[in-house]
């Protein structure tokens, strides 16, 4: 593991968004989810696909807040353009997403 700096790690962009639209992606080569997530009015609505599916179906993604990271650059993934990071951490079967233990208002920044 190497070590990074207090400024290299600020430089990474992570916001507390709201899950508003969630959909299976079927033309995934593994299976994931399609998301679109409201990071507040500075940031706006980014989409995302998350390889998920062992823990959540769509419509349970629907108004639960994440964290993501908003200052990648997108990746094209298949036909579908992803333009934020969702952060989760691996169990036993799967992702689990990473989110604000209580409700935070979106775009808040994690510090």
């Known amino acids: 593991m190497s070590e990074i700096t207090f400024d290299e790690f600020m430089k990474v962009d992570i916001r507390v968004g709201r899950v508003v639209r969630a959909e299976t992606f079927s033309e995934a080569r ?66 689990v997403l990473i989110a604000p233990e209580k409700e935070i208002p979106l775009g808040a920044r994690m510090c």
Do not use: C
């Not at 998301?35 to 823990?55: C, L, N, Y």
């Not at 807040?65 to 579908?80: C, D, H, K, S, Y």
């Open 30 to 95: 593994k299976p994931a989810i399609k998301m679109w997530v409201d990071f507040g009015p500075e940031i706006g609505e980014r989409k995302t696909s998350a390889q998920i599916t062992d823990h959540y179906i769509p419509d349970d993604l629907i108004g639960r807040q994440v964290m993501g990271v908003v200052n990648f650059p997108p990746r094209q993934i298949g036909l579908f353009m992803s333009e934020v990071l969702v952060l989760g951490a691996h169990d036993d079967t799967g992702v």
